[in-house]
């Protein structure tokens, strides 16, 4: 019973962090799909530096870009430009940690 008990604690504390670390680390493309311009948002607790790196479907990176954002709510515009259409990876890297996601190029 105890064991049993211990386990739905550990369970529902673990589900619970991790729900919020959703909500602190949203990070959006919209559209998804797109074919010319998506527009890349994100949150972040301090100003900092960050790199927004995108990765074609094998792991190759196709783009990557140094950027200085600030706190709180942060819009990025990115361009399609010579990709081509297919499933990529984004993701934003600061020094604690890398948030990433997909999406999709027509």
């Known amino acids: 019973?105890?064991?049993?008990?211990?386990?739905?604690?550990?369970?529902?504390?673990?589900?619970?962090?991790?729900?919020q670390d959703k909500l602190k680390d949203k990070l959006l493309a919209s559209p998804n799909p797109f074919s010319n311009q998506t527009t890349i948002y994100f949150n972040t607790q301090l100003d900092q530096d960050v790199i927004l790196t995108v990765k074609n479907v094998l792991g190759k990176t196709v783009f990557k870009q140094n950027l200085k954002v600030s706190k709180g709510k942060n819009v990025i515009p990115f361009y399609r430009n010579d990709l081509?259409?297919?499933?990529?990876?984004?993701?934003?890297?600061?020094?604690?940690?890398?948030?990433?996601?997909?999406?999709?190029?027509?």
């Open 84 to 106: 081509k259409s297919g499933m990529y990876i984004y993701a934003i890297q600061s020094r604690e940690k890398i948030i990433s996601k997909r999406f999709v190029i027509r």
């Open 1 to 19: 019973m105890t064991k049993k008990l211990l386990l739905i604690i550990f369970l529902l504390t673990a589900s619970f962090s991790f729900s």
